[in-house]
């Protein structure tokens, strides 16, 4: 039997819950940031919230929940923001999603990220959950890396990703020049310290709860004051998400990913992923 619970706070749904009752171990948890304000989108931000912009007729929350659905994740937790109130409707008036153990939460306009974690980390149901960022599409392998993590035995796993290059590069080989790219994709980046490679970190982890007993209200960023504060104390791990994953950053991307007759591979990896989910 689905059960619900609403709360009203100030015209705005402080917490909302749609969910089933279910054994404690078999709940999965996942955090999607969704409260900021999307500055680079022009006006389509001002208009929306950042993950309701529609790529292809469906909004990237749309993406994201079914994704992690297919996933075996079944409690979401939504920290909004601005334009929360549309987010609520989104999910009061989709009837695919009724169905759904999700809380919405009200986390105030101008919360940082690390208040927004703090202020929904007591909602958190499972030992570990996932954290993502609530703009991006993507198709991957997250029971894979969370099963992983919890046989590990890891505090902390982040998911890396491939990523587009906006500028141009110059491929050699065995010291030899042999071609010139633009928008190449790429994982990982060779710095000047030696024995030392980055990375492209893809917003998304697996964080064992007990890391948030750490003291991270305040901090400013929370992805650069948190992380490199709790490597240092815990069990960390890298994973290589393997499938499509493309956040939609600003309204180039936005324009890429909607264009009808465009014929590349992001697009056609967007397509499959829609037709997919259908």
């Given at each position: ?21 279910q054994k404690k171990m078999s709940i999965r948890t996942a955090i999607i940031l969704c409260g900021g304000k999307g500055t680079r989108l022009g006006e389509l931000g001002k ?41 609520v409707e989104f999910i009061k008036n989709s009837s695919e999603f009724q169905k759904y153990n999700i809380d919405i939460i009200n986390t105030g306009l101008k919360s940082s ?166």
């Amino acid at each position: 039997m689905i059960k619900s619970k609403i709360s009203i706070n100030k015209g705005l749904n402080k917490t909302i819950s749609y969910y089933k009752k279910q054994k404690k171990m078999s709940i999965r948890t996942a955090i999607i940031l969704c409260g900021g304000k999307g500055t680079r989108l022009g006006e389509l931000g001002k208009k929306t919230a950042k993950t309701l912009v529609k790529i292809q007729g469906k909004s990237i929350l749309w993406y994201i929940l079914k994704i992690l659905k297919i996933n075996k994740f079944n409690h979401f937790i939504l920290p909004v923001g601005f334009k929360g109130k549309n987010i609520v409707e989104f999910i009061k008036n989709s009837s695919e999603f009724q169905k759904y153990n999700i809380d919405i939460i009200n986390t105030g306009l101008k919360s940082s990220i690390a208040k927004r974690i703090f202020k929904i980390k007591k909602y958190i149901q499972s030992d570990n959950f996932l954290i993502l960022n609530g703009d991006a599409i993507f198709d991957a392998n997250l029971t894979e890396i969370l099963n992983n993590h919890i046989k590990k035995k890891k505090d902390l796993s982040f998911i890396c990703c491939e990523a587009e290059a906006d500028f141009g590069t110059i491929g050699v080989m065995n010291n030899k020049i042999i071609n010139f790219q633009r928008g190449i994709d790429f994982k990982s980046v060779n710095t000047n310290e030696i024995n030392y490679k980055a990375y492209v970190y893809s917003g998304m982890s697996i964080i064992n709860r007990k890391i948030l007993n750490e003291n991270f209200k305040n901090y400013e960023n929370f992805e650069k004051d948190f992380y490199p504060k709790v490597i240092k104390k815990y069990k960390s791990d890298i994973h290589s998400l393997q499938g499509f994953w493309y956040a939609m950053d600003n309204i180039k991307d936005y324009d890429v990913l909607n264009k009808k007759n465009i014929n590349n591979k992001i697009f056609n990896k967007i397509y499959k992923l829609h037709k997919k989910l259908k």
